[in-house]
């Protein structure tokens, strides 16, 4: 069950996945139809933002590794917080890489 606020002419406006934010806000069937699509408009709108959000990510990890590579900086420069995430993206880059060369099963026998 979800919550909706929807505007004079009866359309969603706002959703709530399940909090009820104040009285105006009415319950709705998660499978119901303007639900959905007013979900689906709202992913589309930021699609392109986030889809450069990403882009954007990989760009700055692969600055940070030329950095590091090049000795401009140490990567235990960074916070520990950091370090963390950048390993954690590295492992997953390295993982992905093998999986599209080899397949998902062939890694699981390596």
Not at 82 to 96: D, F, G, Y
């Amino acid at each position: 069950m979800a919550f909706v606020l929807k505007n004079a002419s009866g359309h969603i406006v706002a959703v709530s996945p399940s909090l009820q934010v104040n009285a105006d806000w009415e319950a709705i069937d998660d499978k119901d139809i303007d639900y959905l699509h007013f979900l689906d408009q709202e992913l589309k709108k930021h699609h392109t933002f986030r889809e450069s959000d990403i882009q954007l990510a990989r760009v700055l990890e692969d600055l940070i590794s030329i950095m590091i590579d090049r000795s401009l900086i140490s990567f235990t420069d960074f916070p520990s917080a950091a370090q963390k995430r950048l390993n954690e993206r590295q492992t997953l880059r390295r993982e992905n890489s093998l999986s599209a060369l080899f397949g998902d099963d062939d890694i699981a026998k390596l």
